[in-house]
């Protein structure tokens, strides 16, 4: 055997074996809270790895044999209408980023000014002063900001929109609890663009449970399709507004996106027909689930953002802990198969979708109390832990 078909076995079977311990760590032993992912079901995960994998289309028609390509593009774009209520829909963005990425380019020019929210307040980064803003030569501006409610202040960002006139309003936060009062934020006579980023709550906004940001007053919904939106990773775009849409669309080829990776349509599509039939029950679930682990650990005496304001309305909760401490229980959450992020926003999106219930939510309160507190030993949390997820390892809310 030559050192190079040697080396080539070595490194597949290094590839493999990291592949197979990452599925049985993440899906078989860890208690997932991350609010920025989901659990696809398996034949939305069969299509990635379908024969769309492999190939192109394009707008130009440069490409020939893609004839189911391009009935699959037009199947997942009608179903995205339906799901949203919308017009126009558009698959082509490879992630919600991307989708911001097309907006800014095909509404802005240098010098323009955009309104969001700060990622101080939990905005997202990516279309902030160290996001795509500077790249591009545009100017951010932020929503006043209420850190108790979490959420922004109407009134005053109303003043702010009227002073400053930007070109483009983005409602949308990597930190969201609570729908916007978009209505009366905007003023009257706003004559730029208005934008939802739903990039975490699409999933709630198609089961009609979050809020309708197209019959509110937004142009455009677009985001990411793998958070609530229980798709393969990648971008979407409705609007029920022409002009708008077609503004937006008329950048993304060749610029943008070239290839729109088929196989990721695919899942989509059929994220989107489960989103058809179970939307409403799921994003019920989900909120049910949220508030319900937020009530339990504030019982606890686990610290808790937003008590007054009911905690929250979405898949989100945020611990309320300073930075430092933040970063241990993390790491701590870790060791005991717990999966968060680093500033403790827990999300209940995917053990919802693996079934987990009310009651569920307080057996998960106390695993993450006895973590905090340091109540019992790590190896006898983690057992716990094991033993919760093995007995949910059925999807729901699957076609």
Not at 41 to 61: E, Q, V
Not at 197 to 223: K, N, T, Y
Not at 240 to 267: C, M, Q, S, W, Y
Request: aromatic residues 8%; charged residues 25%.
């Amino acid at each position: 055997m030559t050192d190079s078909v040697s080396s080539a076995i070595s490194f597949a079977k290094r590839l493999d074996d990291i592949v197979q311990k990452e599925r049985k760590w993440r899906t078989e032993e860890t208690l997932n809270l991350i609010a920025s992912e989901n659990f696809a079901s398996d034949k939305t995960r069969s299509y990635l790895a379908s024969d769309f994998s492999n190939r192109y289309t394009a707008p130009d028609r440069f490409y020939r044999g893609t004839r189911y390509a391009d009935e699959l593009k037009e199947l997942a774009e009608e179903l995205a209408c339906k799901v949203y209520r919308a017009k126009y829909a558009e698959v082509s963005a490879l992630s919600g980023h991307t989708c911001s990425l097309i907006v800014f380019m095909a509404l802005l020019k240098r010098g323009d000014s955009i309104i969001s929210c700060d990622p101080k307040d939990g905005g997202y980064p990516g279309s902030s002063r160290v996001g795509l803003a500077p790249l591009l030569g545009i100017r951010n501006l932020y929503f006043p900001f209420d850190r108790n409610a979490m959420n922004i202040i109407p009134a005053k960002t109303r003043g702010l929109i009227t002073k400053r006139r930007p070109k483009l309003t983005i409602f949308g936060a990597s930190y969201i609890l609570f729908p916007y009062d978009i209505r009366s934020t905007m003023p009257d006579d706003y004559d730029g663009y208005t934008i939802y980023d739903g990039s975490h709550v699409m999933g709630l906004i198609a089961g009609g449970q979050f809020q309708d940001p197209l019959r509110e007053g937004c142009s455009l919904l677009m985001g990411s399709t793998h958070k609530t939106l229980f798709g393969p990773q990648g971008g979407l775009m409705v609007s029920n507004d022409e002009e708008v849409f077609n503004e937006i669309t008329g950048k993304i080829f060749p610029g943008i996106v070239d290839n729109i990776h088929l196989n990721r349509i695919a899942g989509l599509a059929h994220s989107l027909a489960e989103l058809l039939k179970f939307g409403k029950d799921y994003s019920n679930a989900v909120i049910r689930n949220s508030q319900a682990l937020a009530k339990c650990l504030d019982d606890l005496g686990v610290n808790v953002k937003a008590r007054e304001y009911g905690f929250t309305k979405s898949h989100q909760i945020l611990l309320d802990y300073e930075r430092k401490r933040s970063l241990q229980l993390a790491d701590s959450f870790q060791l005991s198969d717990i999966i968060t992020d680093v500033e403790l926003r827990l999300g209940t999106a995917e053990v919802t979708r693996r079934g987990m219930k009310e009651s569920q939510m307080e057996e998960i309160a106390h695993l993450i109390q006895d973590v905090i507190e340091e109540a019992r030993p790590t190896t006898e949390i983690r057992n716990r832990v094991h033993k919760l997820v093995k007995e949910f390892r059925t999807l729901e809310f699957s076609l």
